[in-house]
């Protein structure tokens, strides 16, 4: 077959060049997965400091109250 190197070439490339879209895919969603994830510890930090904000001020005016 006198074709047959250059099919073979031509197949390696597509096959690489789907490799490399399989790879972009995979980082694009792992990163997108990474910043949600970080976004919601975030979040979760923020009201966890809230809360133990809270709950020292609360103490705080029990103990004012107590005191007076």
């Not at 969603?29 to 609360?58: I, L, N, W």
Request: glycine fraction near 2%; hydrophobic fraction near 55%.
């Amino acid at each position: 077959m006198p074709g047959a190197a250059t099919a073979e070439i031509y197949f390696i490339v597509a096959m690489m060049i789907l490799i490399l879209i399989i790879c972009v895919v995979a980082v694009w969603a792992f990163f997108r997965t990474y910043k949600k994830e970080m976004r919601e510890r975030a979040q979760r930090e923020a009201a966890k400091a809230a809360a133990k904000e809270k709950s020292a001020a609360e103490n705080m005016a029990k103990v004012e109250a107590d005191a007076g």
